[in-house]
């Protein structure tokens, strides 16, 4: 019988918790009809237990530092995308100062060349690092100079500051707030994995292409979850029978 992966949903935080009962009843939603009536009471009250568990902790993740981030984090990114625009044209300067300069700033700093697409608490973390390699390296501060990039940096690491102590002060306050949720969440993680095991049946016993599809889908979702656990937290299957846990 084909299994769903392990997945120790106990482990995650409720935000992430929440995210994945809400996604996984949306993907079953088109297929509701072709699940088999218990998949369909299974899908039916585990949804139901869902929505209020999402709601809370959807209002707890509302913040009044919220807006100032995603100003702040904007301010970062545009300064970010300057540095690597100034670099990048200055590679193919004719200048043969400007243009080593660039290239070495170009090779140094590959590995933060995209942190506007990262999570927001690796962007800053790794803005911070970026910072303090240039900051820590003549050379490397003597080349941004060269292309005078030097006062961007200089901007960019002062709003890097500042966005980092926002999204600590927001995650203060998000969690002095949190505990109100887990009053909502055994329900809820209880028909989410009374769901997982009506699927996991009725695929094997009463199988058609609509529960395949949901069941690779739910699959694709657990191992993306599953990602999410630090890897000190993820116990074995023999301790999992220990606690009260998640399929």
């Known amino acids: 019988m084909k299994n769903l992966s392990q997945l120790s949903v106990f482990r995650l935080p409720n935000e992430e918790a929440a995210t994945l009962f809400k996604l996984t009843y949306e993907i ?11 998949g369909l009471a299974a899908y039916t009250a585990g949804s139901q237990f869902m929505l ?6 959807s209002q707890i993740q509302k913040s009044e530092l919220t807006e100032q981030i995603t100003s702040v984090r904007i301010v970062c990114n545009d300064l970010s995308s300057e540095i690597n625009r100034v670099i990048t044209f200055e590679s193919k300067s004719r200048v043969n100062t400007k243009k080593d300069a660039a290239n070495m700033l170009k090779f140094e700093l590959k590995p ?15 803005t911070g690092e970026m910072i303090s390699k240039i ?9 941004a100079a060269e292309i005078k990039i030097d006062t961007i940096l200089t901007e960019l690491e002062t709003k890097n500051i500042t ?11 998000v969690s002095s707030r949190e505990e109100s949720s887990t009053s909502l969440r ?6 989410y994995k009374l769901f997982c095991e009506v699927i996991e049946l009725s695929t094997h ?16 979702l657990r191992i993306k979850y599953h990602a999410l ?19």
Do not use: C, H
Not at 52 to 57: C, K, T
């Open 28 to 38: 079953t939603e088109p297929v509701s009809g072709s699940i088999g009536e218990l």
């Open 52 to 57: 209020p568990f999402y709601a809370q902790v």
């Open 112 to 126: 933060y060349w995209d942190l506007s697409r990262k999570s927001i608490t690796i962007q800053f973390e790794k």
């Open 135 to 143: 900051n820590n390296s003549p050379e490397l501060q003597a080349a």
């Open 163 to 173: 966005l980092t102590k926002l999204y600590k002060e927001r995650l203060l306050e």
């Open 186 to 191: 055994p329900q809820a993680q209880e028909g």
């Open 205 to 220: 016993f009463t199988p058609n292409q609509d529960l395949t599809n949901l069941f690779n889908q739910m699959e694709e």
């Open 229 to 247: 656990i630090p890897k000190e937290e993820i116990i074995t299957d023999e301790e999992a029978d220990e606690v009260d846990t998640e399929m």
